[in-house]
């Protein structure tokens, strides 16, 4: 699933295509898999958040950002913008304001 996502994005860094990946030793971009709504929401929703359309491609710069990130709310924004019609085809559906509460509730302390 995750690898899927990956190629699916190009291996590029969804944040911004033009963010700089180091190549893998296969030959492709380096990025990252992050799950846009966390896992461990798993329980606030009745369809799987394990799934491409909540799966987005970062470079290891943007994705310790939005995890540990001062801004990292100008990122969640960006891509749940970016999302938000690809989640509800799979069922997923949640308002930005919710996801940001999320993210404070389990980063903040980090
Ligand atoms: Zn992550
Ligand atoms: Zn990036």
Redesign the pocket.
């Known amino acids: 699933m995750a690898l899927y996502a990956l190629a699916n994005a190009e291996h590029k860094c969804e944040n911004n295509m033009d963010h700089y990946c180091f190549q893998r030793r296969n030959g492709l971009p380096y990025t990252e898999v992050?799950?846009l709504i966390p896992l461990c929401y798993y329980d606030d929703f009745k369809n799987s958040l394990d799934v491409p359309e909540n799966i987005v491609s970062l470079c290891s710069s943007c994705?310790n950002e939005?995890?540990y990130g001062l801004n990292a709310d100008a990122i969640i924004t960006k891509l749940y913008y970016e999302r938000k019609e690809k989640l509800k085809e799979a069922g997923i559906e949640i308002s930005l304001e919710k996801l940001l509460k999320m993210y404070e509730s389990i980063f903040k302390t980090k």
Do not use: L, P
Request: aromatic share 0%.
């Open positions: 992050h799950h994705h939005i995890h």
